[in-house]
C-alpha cells in the first residue's frame, strides 16, 4: 500500500515539472513514508489513521507548494535489524528467465542479481508493519463520488490532429511493428548473448 | 481415479516394463504397453467434456466507456477515437453512466447480485492495439456477480422435447475494448485501428456448468437474445458485438477437472459448438493415447474445423493487476430512499429504477405464447428466435381472427421457409432497430388478410406464386397482384361446379369405387380438381361438391 501511495505522489510531482525544489521534495516524501511505516508505535489502528492522515496532508503540501512544519526538513529513518525480517528471497534461474521475458531485459549477470536481491530486500521491511484489522487502502479518492457522464457525443473526429502525433502512419492507420514475437528459448537466448560478446 | 487403481496400474506398468525390457523387439513391446496402459488408465465410456464460457458483450451505448467519441462500426480508421483512446498523456477517464445502467440492467436479467461498491482495476500487457498498455477492467470487486442463465435445449428424436438447463453466472465486469490490428506480413508491419478502443465491454464469465458444443450454443443464443431484449447490446457475433472464448476440459464426471484448453476466434453460434466438440474430442483422443493435455490458448480454424495450439506461454504471463488510480468506486444506488442526501439525482445509478425498466425476457415470452395461444414449445422457440416475429405472429392474429395454431404453421413453416428460400435475412436489425422492421413490408398483417384465407386452407401452390409476384413488384397491392395474375383462390361455387361436373364424368371408374364404399377414392378426384385449378380451388368447398357428385 505505501510503494503504491508512493507512486501517486511522484506522479503528481512529476505532472508538475515547474515545481521549485523538486527533488528535496522527492526525496523527503519518499524517506518520510517509509519512516512512518516503519517507527511508528502505537496500535495498528491509530498508526494507520497517522499514514492516512499524513498521505492527505502531504499531498496537499506538496500540490499548495507551501513548506508545511509538519514535512521533516531532513530525511530520517531506523533501520529494521535483520531478525525482524523473513528469510531470503532465493531467486531461481527459471524466475530470472521469467522476469527477463516479462521485462525485456536481460540481468542475469551476478550484479544484476545482487541488485534484483537488494530490492526484494528493502521490500521485505514492509512485512514488519501490522496492518492486521486494517481495511486496505485502494486510492486517496476512494472517499470521492465517481461523476458519471451522459451518453452523448462530445470528442473524437481528429484522426488526423493525432496521427501527426505518431513517426509511422499510413493513409489513417496508425503503424506498428508485427504483433508480438514470442521471444527465443532460455538456451538459446543464452547462445544469442555469448557470441554478442565476441 | 481412486488412488488404489492407480497405484494398481503403475504397479502393472513397472511388471510389463520389466517383463518386456528384455525382449529384443522393443516396438512392439511399447506398441503392446500402450494398448495395456491405456485399458488400465482410462475408461474412453467415462471421460465428460466440461465447458465454461467467457463472453465479451459490447455495450449498445453511442459513446465509449470512458470518452465521448462514439461509437461505431466500420467509420473510417481512427475517426472515431479521441485524446484519452489514443492515451495521450494527462487525458483521465470519465465513466459513461449509460455503460454502468446497461450492466445492471444485464445483472438484474440474469438474476446477479449487483454490487453496492464496486472497483476498476488495470490490467497490463503490451500490445500494439492497446496504446496504454493497460486496460482498465474490474478485477476484484466487479459490478454484478452469483447469477444464472436459464436457457433451453430442444432434445429427443424429432427435436420438439424442450430440455431446461441452466448455467451458472460467476461475474459481469466492466471493462474497455482494445483497438484492431491489421497484419500486413509482406512488410511485416501492423496497421492499427483505435475506433473500438475504448468501447464499453461487458465480460461475462460462466461457470463450467456445461458439457458439449450444443448447450454452449443454446445458452450464447439465450443470451444474446437477453442481451437484445434488453437493448444492452447489439449481440452481432459476426461485427464482434458479441466474442466467446471457451474454455474445454475433460474428466471422469465425478473426478476433479481436467487441465483446461482456451478456445478463442470463434465468431458465430454455429462455430461455437463445432470448435467444443473438436476441442472435447481431441482432448478424450489425447488421454486415451496415454498423452497430457497441455494448459494453452487453442484457436479455431472454420475451415479446417480444428483448434490449432496459440504456442502462447500462459505460465508468463503477468497482468501485473493494480487499483485503478484514477477513478474512485462506482457506487449504485437500491431505491431513490438510499440516496445519500445532497446527490445530483442524474448522477445517481439506481437499482430499482433499472429493474422496473426491464422488458419481457425471452423465456417468459416463450411460456406465455405458449400459454396464450396454445401453440407448440417449439414454435414459441421458432417464433421467439427471429427478432419482430412474434409481433408480427401477435399482429396477425389481430388483423384475421384466425385460430393461432393454423397461423403459427403459416408464419414458421411458410413464411419463413420462403424468406430463407429467397435468402431473405429474417433480422436485418443493422439496418433499422425497430422491431417490425423484419418482415418486408409487402408482407405486413393488413396486407396478408388476403391470404390468410388461402394459406389457412393450405393452398401452398397459389400462396408460393403470390409471394413471388410480390417480390417481384414489390409496393403492389397483394389484392391487385393476385387480380392481375389471376392467383386468387378459386372458391366461385358455378366455377368450382362446371370443374368438378368435368372430372367425375371423365373419371367414372373412380366414381364407381366411391358409390361402392371406397371413400379414400375421392382424394383422387380432389387432386385432379386442384391440378385443373392450379392448386388455387378451395379444398372446403370441392370436397362438398364432389362428395355430393358421388353419392
Redesign the interface.
Known amino acids: 500500500m505505501a510503494t ?1 501511495v508512493q507512486k ?1 505522489s511522484v506522479f503528481r510531482l512529476a ?1 508538475k515539472p515547474t515545481n521549485r525544489g523538486l527533488s528535496r521534495f522527492y526525496s523527503t516524501w519518499l524517506t518520510n513514508a517509509g519512516t512512518s511505516v516503519t517507527t511508528g508505535d502505537g496500535s495498528p489502528r491509530t498508526r494507520t489513521r497517522r499514514f492516512r492522515v499524513r498521505v492527505r496532508e502531504t499531498t496537499c503540501t506538496l500540490s499548495c507548494r507551501a513548506y508545511n512544519s509538519k514535512v521533516p526538513q531532513f530525511p530520517t529513518w531506523e533501520p529494521v535489524s535483520e531478525d525482524r525480517l523473513p528469510p531470503c528471497t532465493q531467486i531461481s534461474a527459471d524466475l530470472v528467465d ?1 522476469l527477463e ?2 521485462a525485456l531485459v536481460d540481468f542475469r549477470t551476478k550484479q544484476g542479481l545482487e541488485c534484483l536481491e537488494k530490492a526484494i530486500r528493502f521490500a521485505d521491511q514492509l512485512h514488519v508493519v501490522d496492518t492486521s484489522g486494517v481495511e486496505p487502502m ?2 486517496v ?19 488526423e490532429e ?2 501527426q ?1 505518431s513517426k509511422n502512419t ?11 514475437i ?1 521471444l527465443p528459448s532460455r538456451e538459446k537466448r543464452a547462445a544469442m548473448l555469448r557470441d554478442s560478446e565476441f | 481415479m481412486p488412488a488404489i487403481e492407480t497405484e494398481i496400474c503403475h504397479f502393472f506398468n513397472c511388471v510389463l516394463y520389466l517383463f518386456f525390457s528384455s525382449c529384443p523387439q522393443s516396438t512392439c513391446v511399447h506398441l503392446l504397453m500402450d494398448v495395456l496402459s491405456f485399458l488400465l488408465h482410462s475408461d474412453p465410456q467415462r471421460l465428460v467434456g466440461v465447458v465454461g464460457l467467457e463472453i465479451h458483450a459490447q455495450i449498445n ?3 465509449k466507456l470512458f ?4 461509437v461505431g462500426f466500420s467509420a ?9 483512446d ?1 492515451s ?1 498523456p ?1 487525458t483521465l477517464p ?7 445502467e446497461a450492466a445492471v440492467m444485464t445483472g438484474l436479467a440474469l438474476k446477479c447480485t449487483v454490487n453496492k461498491k464496486s ?1 476498476f482495476d488495470r490490467k497490463h500487457y ?3 492495439d492497446l496504446p496504454a498498455g493497460f486496460q482498465i477492467t474490474q478485477q476484484r470487486q466487479p459490478i454484478a456477480v452469483d447469477g444464472a442463465l436459464l436457457y433451453s435445449l430442444l432434445g429427443g428424436k424429432k427435436r420438439n422435447q424442450v430440455i431446461q438447463k441452466t448455467v451458472r453466472i460467476k461475474q459481469i465486469q466492466l471493462e474497455q475494448d482494445s483497438g484492431k ?3 500486413d ?1 509482406l512488410r ?7 475506433n473500438r478502443a475504448g468501447v464499453g465491454l461487458m465480460e461475462l464469465v460462466m461457470e463450467p456448468d456445461m458439457s458439449c458444443g450444443e448447450e454452449a450454443a443454446a445458452a450464447v443464443r439465450e443470451l444474446q437474445l437477453i442481451l437484445q431484449a434488453l437493448g444492452t447490446c447489439q449481440g452481432n457475433m459476426a461485427e464482434g458485438q458479441m466474442r466467446v472464448d471457451a474454455n474445454v476440459s475433460v474428466h471422469e464426471p465425478g473426478e476433479p477437472l481436467g487441465v483446461r484448453a482456451e478456445v478463442k476466434n470463434i465468431n458465430s453460434i454455429r462455430y461455437l459448438a463445432k470448435a467444443i466438440d473438436f476441442e472435447i474430442q481431441r482432448q478424450i483422443d489425447i488421454l486415451q493415447r496415454g498423452g497430457v493435455v497441455l494448459k494453452e490458448t487453442r484457436a479455431y480454424d472454420s475451415k479446417s474445423g480444428e483448434t490449432i495450439s496459440m ?3 500462459e ?2 504471463q ?1 497482468y501485473r493487476f ?10 449504485v444506488y437500491t431505491d431513490n430512499a438510499s440516496l445519500p442526501p445532497g ?1 445530483d439525482v ?2 445517481a ?1 439506481v437499482v430499482e429504477a433499472i429493474r422496473k425498466r426491464l422488458p419481457e425476457l425471452p423465456g417468459v415470452k416463450r411460456d406465455r405464447l405458449v400459454r396464450s395461444y396454445g401453440i407448440l414449445p417449439e414454435h414459441s422457440f421458432t417464433l421467439v428466435n427471429e427478432e419482430g416475429l412474434v409481433e408480427y405472429f401477435e399482429e396477425v392474429l389481430k388483423a384475421t381472427a384466425k385460430e393461432p395454431r393454423k397461423v403459427i404453421g403459416w408464419v414458421t413453416n411458410d413464411l419463413l421457409g420462403h424468406l430463407k428460400e429467397q435468402n431473405i435475412p429474417v433480422s436485418q436489425r443493422s439496418v433499422s432497430r425497430t422491431g417490425n422492421a423484419i418482415i418486408p413490408s409487402c408482407l405486413s398483417p393488413r396486407l396478408l388478410l388476403v391470404y390468410v384465407p388461402a394459406v389457412t386452407h393450405t393452398s401452398h401452390v397459389g400462396l408460393t406464386q403470390v409471394f413471388q409476384e410480390m417480390w417481384r413488384s414489390p409496393g403492389k397491392a397483394a389484392q391487385q397482384l393476385i387480380q392481375e395474375k389471376d392467383l386468387g383462390l378459386v372458391a366461385d361455387t358455378n366455377q368450382l361446379h362446371s370443374i368438378c361436373q368435368k372430372v367425375v364424368d371423365s373419371h367414372p371408374h373412380e366414381v364407381d369405387a366411391i358409390r361402392n364404399g371406397n371413400k379414400k377414392v375421392l382424394n383422387k378426384l380432389m387432386g385432379l380438381v386442384q391440378k385443373e385449378t392450379k392448386g388455387r380451388a378451395d379444398p372446403v368447398l370441392v370436397r362438398a361438391i364432389l362428395q355430393d357428385k358421388t353419392s
Open positions: 503504491y501517486m505532472a521469467k521475458r516479462l485502494d486510492s479518492l476512494e472517499d470521492r463520488t465517481l461523476y458519471l457522464r451522459d451518453d452523448e457525443e462530445t470528442e473524437g473526429d481528429c484522426a493525432l496521427l502525433l499510413c493513409e489513417e492507420y496508425y503503424v506498428a511493428p508485427p504483433g508480438n514470442p | 451505448s453511442k459513446t470518452s465521448g467519441s462514439p473510417p480508421p481512427n475517426s472515431l477515437v479521441s485524446f484519452f489514443a495521450l494527462g470519465v465513466l459513461n453512466k449509460r455503460c454502468v472497483f503490451f500490445y500494439a490490428s491489421l497484419h506480413d511485416s508491419q501492423t496497421f492499427i485501428d483505435l504456442r502462447d506461454k505460465g508468463l503477468d493494480m487499483p485503478e488510480p484514477n477513478l474512485p468506486p462506482l457506487i446527490i442524474r448522477q445509478v
